[in-house]
């Protein structure tokens, strides 16, 4: 569960970090949302230097996650409900990163 929740946390981070610079360029956003942007980014990296597996893995299997959350954000701050075939993919991406990050050691 404690590493589930820090793939979530850092998908949260990079998604942030992306939407804030995409608020400024393409809905007029002031250009200081850059700064949390920036630091939303770096929190990212920094929570993705926190997994104990090697980081190519933790790269592979922290994809599955970031596009459930992705998922969940396009729902809650853009207000576009998933579809079935979104939920779909997001499954097969989970159970992806599931075998990947809870793989026999």
């Known amino acids: 569960m404690k ?6 946390l850092t998908a949260v ?4 970090g992306c939407y804030l610079p995409w608020l400024w360029l393409k809905r007029g956003a002031p250009v200081w949302v850059l ?10 990296a920094w929570l993705l230097s926190l997994h104990e597996a090697a980081a190519g893995r933790v790269y592979a299997a922290y994809g599955g996650v970031y ?9 809650g701050v853009d207000g576009v409900r998933p579809t079935g075939w979104d939920l779909a993919g997001a499954g097969i ?3 992806g990163m599931a075998i990947i990050a ?3 050691r």
């Open 35 to 44: 700064l949390p942007a920036a630091l939303s980014l770096a929190l990212f």
């Open 93 to 95: 991406a989970l159970a």
């Open 67 to 75: 596009i459930g959350v992705a998922l969940l954000w396009l729902w």
């Open 102 to 104: 809870f793989q026999p």
């Open 13 to 16: 981070a990079e998604i942030a």
């Open 3 to 8: 590493t589930l929740l820090l793939y979530v």
